[in-house]
């Protein structure tokens, strides 16, 4: 049995400022927030569910409930590089453990879990990484009901889960996709509190039994022009800048014919950083500075899927 | 030799009610269960066939009931994902120990039995787990007759039985073909109550070798209007659904020229549970919930065999 | 030494009802039949080729008959699934036991030969099979003359001596097929009375060097009319049929321009008895059950080549 | 764990004359000394920004400053052959050193980093290498602030973060980007005075998930005009040149239509060398002698990316 | 240092009668056969070259007697399956025996020399063979001069010795042509009674650096019209044809525009043996048993390279 | 640490009389043999290039002598088979070694220093050659100067040090151009008299990162008219041959639009013996047995590279 060390990054009991900020600053997210709390709420009390159905549906015990039990809480948030889908999916827990008031822990599988070389170790791995989930799931279970929340993330899935059409696929791969299906389909049935999150950027790259098995699959795209506007606003907070730069800088850093738009990232971590160091030592952040940087800095290039 | 762990995922004892529930809910599937039904009666009673024999064409014992002993207890369901090969898979084993009267045990054979990756694993344990059927099997039968019947059923069997036209196909996988074709034939000739059934998306990369020893092969295709509306109508048993909402949801469901229509589980996994969540918790499950999330939710992707 | 069960399927000895039977059905392959018996003949008794001279060419001793010694006693079945080429392979040595007088013993070479994984095991094990063969026929000979004939089966021999022409080639196989060579060598120059058979789909796919030691290559095509006519007639027996469904089921069983005819096992392993179970168990079965079922069952697709 | 003989090449400190000569050398390289200075500064003393903040932004902490936290020091040099970045990359620690009146030090990972063979070894010996530096980096900080600061280069970086996108990709390289990846995200968070620089001829090879860590990504080219004439005054320094061999000269190593420019390294490793072999040891280095060269010696390729 | 039997097939000394009648039996080979034997002769004696010198071209030494130093006595056989090259490959020793008046030894290579998996093997098993070669070939030197003559042969030597050209190429091929080039270099420079014999089908696939250390390259083809009459006539020595019989099997075994002609061997093992088989046992073979068996035997096909 | 057997083929001490008559054979490389000789000279007494500086440049100390200190005595020869590259690298020595009065070592590196198979071995290996060379290389300079000079040759060095542009290269690989790399770079600060050389037939394979650090790269052709006149007039030294038999003979050995001309060895390995043979042992060698030799005799084919 692998430890926890092996299987995941270090774990992150949420809510914690970091991550409760970046999701803050995740603007226009907010049907996937909201279908993501809805989740956990019945995961974490599934007696709501029906609680809801004596009230809204009295008199019977509408079928529909029935097919709760058969899905799996896996979600697969798919999109470009820097649409958010990763920070969204390390984060979403802090505004879940506020909704639920209860801790969140956050797991990272490690992508190493594909083994250190010798065959059969992905397929140990992935296994026990789910098994070790599934524990510590039921323990967040006692008889007063949920304690804790436990979110899985899975970032980069499609190096884990990639289609079996491919047909040159190893075999190992093989393996390892079974045991993240036989890892997911023991979830399904447990009705624990765990949510499983797979980030990829190539949807079109995992593997059709994964995604038959996805409660839901969202779809990320970079920031679109109110968005970007939001970000740079609440970026440049404490700065004087003027509303037509804000304008201009909108358009700048969005798309045309022969390039994509920026990412959040190129915002928040290229951009603005950029600009003050170019004020930096010598006098203030002025509206050129940042003109200036979103005139010459290309936004990150778009990631290609293998056709 | 390997144990049972090694080889199966849990045996399950049928009939039980999830997939009882199942198999009751795949709609339009009648000539396959019929047919079915017919095949594990003759296994486990192969007397009948000599009865009925006797009874519609007396006088002479028919050539063609020896044609019977040639055949391999091999059915493949080939078909999209979410047509319900699975799902029947796994599920008509219900079906069979009501007709029986008598437990029916199914055996779903891990992928995983492609081996830990040491060459010659795989021969190994396919050979062990038609062996330990094969076992089963023989203890299935008594002096007095047939006491169970057991299925196995294999699962994504393009993984395990690709065709060797395949030209770069590697060795192992060639034998592990061969130990496949050599657990067929060894029940062909035992006459055990024992069906096989393999299930794949692909059944062009199947071994024309195994195609050629099937008993029967069956097409699934996903669920059509009719099949659409009686699983909708099913599942929001117990919800005010107005008749024109069901026209409706049939319809946006259905495939159009973009797009294929719905499979089973996108309607009971995801349109129906969608819909609930969407209500939930703020009111009831209305009409307009189910057809916004039909509008939007995008049919599972067919499996593209690559050609 | 790898024993005898790591190396061939159990042994059989011919004649026996089953293959017998086999042989029987086999329609239309007369030539091949007639070849193999004289083959088998000059092996289990080379000096009746010389009385035969002696008769016939009497004064010198042809040059023709050194030429023999020269020859290995490989044939090489090539032909589409279902063409009767493996059951013709395998059956065949029942007329000769019947022509010899002598028993036949049918060696089916386990494809697993190609070792457990660990490089240089096929060619060690290749080795052993026809040294194994090679004893066996040396101990077949006695003073007295010929006591028992081999017949060694190669069947999907492509995957073992596949063509050196496809440069990617692995080494080991290729070494395998030197290991072949060697074999057929060995028995060609020993005049023991064993006979080689090489089944394939894929004719193309054998090495040259093979093919050029082959004494005689047969092709072998699915049945025609008058021999699916025969087999149909033959496997009916004892049901009472009216010649026009024959006629009808002679031609829906043909090819069209859409597809290929059907294969000697689509007949006997699928129409008749997919047609027994449409009765089964309420009726009689009738011509229309016939008619049905050929109507709807497609023939088993032909083994593509990769070109 | 690795030792340091293990993982980097010799730890070089700076400023080093031969170094200091190079970065000196290369000319028209002004902006990227200017930002890396600038960025250098920051991480040995983060309280600067502030202060600047305060001074020039006073009333409020901006909050941009804030994501100053998030970023990686991280910056990716990508150019063609020769044009200065693998220089630039081990040189500019030299203006580093005397800018900040530390000494710097220099770590070359060594691309043998990627194990000696044993699959898992990359991950451990990236893993080890990030581990050496960072508690390196730890030492550089004491409670009166810095004392040294690291630039760790990775020349060749494609060998080793190649991107993910390439389909066929080896598990091993997977999980060192994964390495990196940690590695890179741990210095992120721990404000320690070390510099990550990249070096790549192929920076559409690079990992997505990389490139969008890079606080800064910057293209270098081959010299252009006034470079090319610059550096050779230098190199020529102390030999009587005329100014019209000057102005051929710059012309000659000029890109055409045929083929590029010469490189930094095609001037000063190849042409004036040559030249000066050419003179040796009969006379003196004429005017003649270096057109001569320039005339016949071809630039280095373009190293071309595999589309 | 492996044993002869690892290394070789069991070595034939000739003359011997078999491959006397081989050797005797390839009629229009008469260039390669006379520069074989004084090739031979060269080597067993090498003093014959300076008297010839002495003898012809008296007065001085010609330069050119210094040039055989540089020689390495290497032979490449390539053409087309049947052309005769490996039956001459391994008979010309009958002619040198008769020549020299001395044994000659005929070694033939194994192709399972490769190795037993374990890289690095092929290279220690092919400088092994040459190691062994080398030393008796030393033994066949003795005062009074060379007391025999070794012909090695390398049959199917492109998979051995294959073209680098090959980017693919596995290193341990590599390694087993830089053994093979230094084998073939050490016997150069011995002077030592042995020849090498490269056997091929695809000469385009050799190592260029092997090519040029050839003394000599001979193409091999399939038989011509008068060839083909010349083998028909000595095959068919003692039975009765009539002479237009001959010509109309020439005519039916030559080449048109669908297919080649037929090789040797197509002519003496199939043509003639099956014409015999057909007319055994019941009567003589007649000439219209050639004319059919002719019309219906397809010629072996050609053995195409990969371009 | 392997010894210098495992490293290296036999090392030759120079000058040595065939190599001698190799180098003098080199007909038309006077280029490269003059620029040889004044690097080695360089190398072996560095202290002359600024000797020569004082002399005619005096004043100042030319910055160009200081560019000297950073390249790497790597020096590239590449050309088609049988352009004399081969030959000169390793004759060159002979020159050097009478121009220095210094015995000069032929060092030859073994390909297989590639290693056994261990992956790691190869790094291992080529660090191990670097290291005894550079060891060789100290002890060749003591107090009072050098005493001998050290040449590295690394034929067919693509097979070693290939292009990181072909993305699909294995890591060993990389990792042992990275040691070539290092090996080069240590070599180039420790002023040794070492001079290494690459010969490759395929200089468009080299790595980027080598080509770059070559102190100069010449390209070898097949011999032009003259020197194939010279070389012929060489070889048939003591043989009447009339002049017009040399036009004849340079023409028809040289290119023409199917065919490219004569390589150096097919001149002097070929067509000179071939001749010989023909009149060998009956009569002198005439014009004639030149000329029809000549006439059939095809060139060694052109080294294709991979496009």
């Given at each position: 049995m692998s430890s926890q060390d092996d299987l995941f990054h270090p774990v992150i009991e949420l809510p914690e400022p970091t991550r409760q900020a970046r999701y803050d600053r995740l603007i226009g997210l907010d049907t996937v927030k909201r279908q993501l709390r809805k989740e956990a709420v019945l995961l974490a009390d599934p007696d709501r569910l029906h609680a809801w159905a004596r009230q809204h549906h009295p008199g019977t015990d509408p079928a529909?409930?029935?097919?709760?039990?058969?899905?799996?809480?896996l979600f697969v948030f798919s999109g470009d590089?820097?649409?958010?889908k990763s920070a969204l999916a390390e984060s979403f827990g802090c505004d879940l453990a506020e909704q639920l008031d209860l801790p969140v822990y956050l797991y990272r599988l490690k992508l190493?879990?594909?083994?250190?070389?010798?065959?059969?170790e992905m397929t140990a791995l992935i296994g026990d990484a789910f098994s070790y989930v599934h524990e510590q799931g039921r323990r967040a279970r006692d008889p007063r009901g949920v304690n804790t929340v436990l979110v899985l993330v899975v970032d980069e899935a499609d190096a884990l889960?990639?289609?079996?059409?491919?047909?040159?696929?190893h075999h190992e791969d093989r393996a390892g996709v079974d045991a993240f299906l036989a890892g997911v389909d023991s979830l399904a049935g447990a009705r624990l509190p765990v949510l499983v999150v797979l980030c990829t950027?190539?949807?079109?790259?995992?593997d059709p039994a994964l995604m038959r098995r996805a409660a839901a699959t969202f779809t990320f795209v970079r920031p679109d022009d109110q968005q970007r506007r939001a970000v740079l606003t609440r970026a440049l907070h404490g700065i004087t800048v003027r509303p037509d730069t804000f304008d201009k800088l909108v358009q700048l850093t969005g798309p045309d014919t022969d390039r994509p738009g920026y990412t959040f990232s190129d915002l928040t971590q290229r951009l603005v950083p950029a600009a003050v160091l170019q004020a930096f030592p010598d006098g203030p952040l002025r509206d050129e500075h940042l003109l200036t940087v979103a005139n010459e800095l290309a936004p990150s290039p778009v990631f290609a899927e293998t056709p």
């Open positions: 529909a409930l029935q097919l709760f039990a058969d899905r799996a809480p590089v820097g649409s958010g190493a879990t594909r083994g250190s070389g010798l065959v059969g889960v990639q289609s079996r059409e491919a047909q040159q696929m950027n190539r949807v079109g790259a995992l």
